[in-house]
């Protein structure tokens, strides 16, 4: 029996190093036509004429992500914050519920919610070429949809810093308030960090929702209303009629993507492993 | 009476630690054999290896001959080993299940189907433990959720009803209170008429009370080993005697 | 002084700052609601439902069994060395990769390569890459909750490792194994970027897995793209949200089993 469960554990290293190489035999054979500088810094992209340049798209997703993260972390953790030290403890129940709700919505429903809600709205008080459809409606939907991810992880972060250190900061005469900043969230830091670099990676990834809102303009952003296509998206609006050298470059461009988050990934619990290290592990695990 | 369990210059190491040294004991059928001695000395660690629960340990070594009936411990097949000798824990562990399914299950597991016979399983053990007409009534609630000594007993009945030979008992009443403590040991007295029993227990007292005889260890030894009487009003060794006088331990 | 008014400042600014969640929330669950309401053409939608409902008999159908195994072996048998750090290795890249690349993969290896073609199947194959981190997390947590006494209850009753397992652990590991079906079917049910690549976009009731069709969350999708029936895409968003409404319901409700079972 044991050979049984062996073999299932097994199958996860198989299925990542398969679906890994197949990507990878999929998109390599692209740097032959277009080597990797002109493809990552190319600003054009026009697939019927063979021109494969994704610097537009690779840019829409860095500043769409960077832009999700920044409001995602600011309402994520103020909201978490006054979810576990502030509200009472029965409507801080229903809040949770409710955030779970949250969680849960289909992406879909996000970007369908976007599109007949937001776009309008940004096109009314900004207008822009894309009727509405644009970076900032992208930065907002992918904002509300990695709000839950940093929320809960905040959440559970603090709820696990040792009372004690409450009970010392309040006894040394400082506000509750002032306890959160300085000692709690110092000490929840490495669990929020988790979360935020979970957010990063959904905001990267994600795909149908900013298809809906953003535009789907193959071109460089200049303001924040003007409409974009992020790496995601370009993928899957030309995955279906694809061929040839342009499906390998969709390859190719699903390999950057990846690379990407795996980057940041490695190198953010990299910088978390150090620094916490230099504060001295003030958390507990 | 025969030696049902015979030790002979045991060593048992796990993780490089010596965690017995050099064991030589014999267990009498259908005696109650006490293992005293401070904590850390080995009493738990002996036991364990008797029905090769420490088998379980990080790196487990043996040296040595254990046998039971004459035959060695470690060439026969673990499964059938523990089915004859029984093993009762510290705390309470009945399964989350309802009382009657946490007897059954080890008839059960041996291919026993019939409703009639494990009904006749449950009751007859239930019985042997001095529960049965606690718990004749509500066989189908939740085992964790009637009090610990009730548990300990429910545990006790779970291991006779696989017919055991051997009851291997580490510290079974140590987290109960003084009255379930006394019924415990009320029960383990009328138990000895079917089964050899072998307690590890820190509570000198209740070994001087229901034990027949007595093994004092310390730091992985046996220092001595007789008699319960003797043990604890002539012992031969000074430091049996400086242990149940209470200089230290 | 200067604390309070600090304080007080700050206070202020956090509560506005996350009554923006709640707002975000009760806007979008209201406007959906409101203009759903009336637009649930049931009929309509029965093919996605039905397509839907293959992927999460066929999804969870592959992706469970594997992910529970799995988790068995990492919890129960395995020792810590490089196997077992390859296995989580492996479990957190592929929790980690965008659906999108699933997509990317499945369309060129169900479709193509296996011939599989626009289907259900190539859809439930990919998307049960996608939920078997799932599963073998949850199991994996299920599985530590089960104190050790029980394990060796059973072990010194005579019962073998796996007969201990089958018999105490994974009874006793069920509330939180369930937990994680209850997650996987939500990710199936809202996947969207994966499925349209693999399964197809064609509004059709499918009779087979081999046949292809449209869920949920794609059928909304393609409302929402093409612009022509805001109306009846309010009703399927409207009918998503409640089918995972409910699924959160179920969570709580297993979560809230698990709890009593613990009680004592």
Redesign the interface.
């Known amino acids: 029996?044991?050979i049984?469960?062996?073999?299932?554990?097994?199958?996860?290293?198989i299925?990542?190093?398969f679906?890994g190489a197949?990507?990878i035999i999929?998109g390599l054979p692209f740097f032959s036509h277009t080597n990797i500088i002109s493809f990552l810094l190319g600003k054009k992209w026009n697939p019927s004429g063979e021109i494969f340049g994704i610097f537009p798209m690779l840019i829409t997703s860095i500043y769409s992500t960077i832009g999700a993260t920044f409001i995602g972390v600011?309402?994520?953790i103020?909201?978490a914050?006054?979810?576990v030290e502030?509200l009472p403890s029965k409507i801080a129940k229903v809040?949770s519920?409710?955030?779970?709700?949250?969680a849960?919505?289909?992406?879909?429903?996000?970007?369908?919610?976007g599109?007949?809600?937001m776009v309008p709205i940004i096109n009314k008080f900004w207008g822009g070429k894309g009727a509405g459809s644009s970076l900032l409606a992208a930065i907002l939907i992918l904002s509300?949809m990695i709000?839950p991810t940093i929320?809960r992880m905040t959440e559970v972060s603090l709820r696990a810093v040792p009372i004690e250190y409450k009970e010392a900061a309040l006894g040394l005469g400082a506000?509750k308030?002032?306890y959160i900043?300085n000692v709690q969230i110092g000490a929840a830091k490495s669990g929020i960090m988790a979360g935020i670099v979970l957010g990063i990676?959904r905001a990267?990834?994600?795909?149908?929702a900013v298809?809906?809102v953003s535009g789907n303009a193959a071109i460089i952003p200049k303001s924040l209303v003007d409409p974009v296509r992020t790496l995601?998206a370009n993928?899957?609006i030309e995955?279906?009629y694809a061929s040839g050298v342009h499906q390998q470059a969709?390859?190719a461009t699903?390999m950057v993507?990846?690379a990407l988050?795996?980057f940041i990934?490695f190198f953010l619990t990299k910088f978390l492993k150090s620094a916490e290290r230099r504060n001295g592990n003030a958390s507990k695990a | 009476m025969n030696n049902i369990i015979s030790i002979k210059d045991l060593s048992f190491y796990y993780s490089d630690f010596e965690a017995l040294k050099n064991i030589n004991l014999d267990v009498v059928e259908k005696e109650v054999l006490a293992f005293i001695g401070p904590s850390g000395c080995g009493k738990s660690t002996l036991l364990r290896i008797v029905n090769r629960m420490s088998d379980l340990a990080e790196n487990p070594k043996v040296k040595g001959s254990i046998t039971f009936h004459d035959q060695e411990i470690f060439d026969i097949d673990t499964i059938e080993l523990r089915k004859k000798i029984g093993m009762v824990f510290q705390k309470p562990n009945p399964f989350p299940m309802s009382i009657y399914d946490n007897i059954s299950y080890g008839p059960r597991m041996q291919g026993i189907k019939k409703k009639s016979e494990l009904d006749e399983i449950v009751e007859d053990s239930l019985k042997k433990a001095a529960i049965w007409d606690e718990v004749k009534d509500k066989l189908r609630k939740n085992a964790i959720s009637v009090s610990g000594g009730q548990q300990q007993r429910i545990c006790i009945a779970r291991s006779i009803a696989m017919r055991p030979e051997v009851l291997l008992m580490d510290e079974p009443t140590s987290a109960l209170d003084p009255i379930s403590t006394s019924k415990m040991e009320d029960l383990i007295s009328e138990l000895k008429k079917q089964y050899t029993i072998v307690i590890v227990t820190h509570n000198m007292q209740q070994a001087a009370r229901i034990s027949d005889r007595t093994a004092f260890f310390l730091l992985g030894e046996v220092i001595e080993v007789g008699d319960t009487r003797t043990i604890f009003n002539l012992p031969k060794e000074k430091k049996t005697e400086d242990y149940i006088t209470g200089r230290f331990g | 002084m200067q604390v309070k008014l600090k304080d007080k400042i700050t206070f202020v600014t956090l509560i506005i700052i996350s009554s923006i969640t709640i707002l975000v929330l009760l806007c979008i669950l209201g406007y959906i609601i409101l203009k759903g309401w009336n637009n649930i053409d049931i009929m309509k939608m029965i093919p996605p439902i039905i397509a839907t409902l293959y992927m999460i008999v066929i999804g969870l159908g592959i992706a469970a069994p594997l992910g529970i195994g799995a988790a068995i072996y990492l919890n129960e048998y395995a020792k810590q060395g490089r196997f077992v750090r390859s296995i989580r290795f492996a479990t957190e890249s592929l929790a980690a990769v965008p659906s999108i690349l699933f997509g990317l993969f499945g369309m060129m290896f169900f479709l193509t390569t296996l011939k599989l073609g626009f289907s259900i199947l190539s859809g439930a194959l990919t998307i049960s890459m996608m939920v078997l981190p799932t599963m073998v997390k949850t199991t994996e947590e299920a599985l530590k909750t089960v104190p050790v006494s029980y394990r060796e209850g059973s072990l010194a009753l005579g019962a073998s490792k796996f007969a201990t397992i089958a018999k105490v652990v994974l009874p006793s590991a069920l509330p939180g194994i369930l937990t994680g079906v209850v997650l996987g079917t939500g990710r199936i049910v809202g996947e969207t970027a994966a499925i349209y690549l693999t399964a197809g976009t064609m509004f059709k009731l499918p009779t087979s897995p081999m046949d292809t069709g449209r869920t949920l969350a794609v059928h909304l999708y393609l409302l929402a793209k093409e612009g022509i029936s805001f109306a009846e895409a309010y009703g399927t968003a409207l009918v998503l949200l409640i089918v995972i409404l409910f699924l959160n319901l179920c969570t709580y409700y297993i979560g809230g089993k698990l709890n009593k079972s613990k009680a004592k």
Not at chain 1, 204 to 208: A, F, N
């Open positions: 029996m044991k049984i469960f062996w073999l299932c554990a097994a199958i996860m290293i299925v990542i190093t679906m197949y990507i999929g600011i309402i994520g103020s909201t914050i006054v979810l502030i809040f519920a409710g955030i779970d709700l949250l849960g919505i289909p992406s879909v429903i996000y970007g369908f919610w599109l007949v809600v509300i709000l929320i506000s308030l002032q900043f990676g990267l990834g994600e795909t149908m298809i809906l995601t993928i899957a995955m279906g969709l390859f699903g993507l990846f988050i795996m990934n």
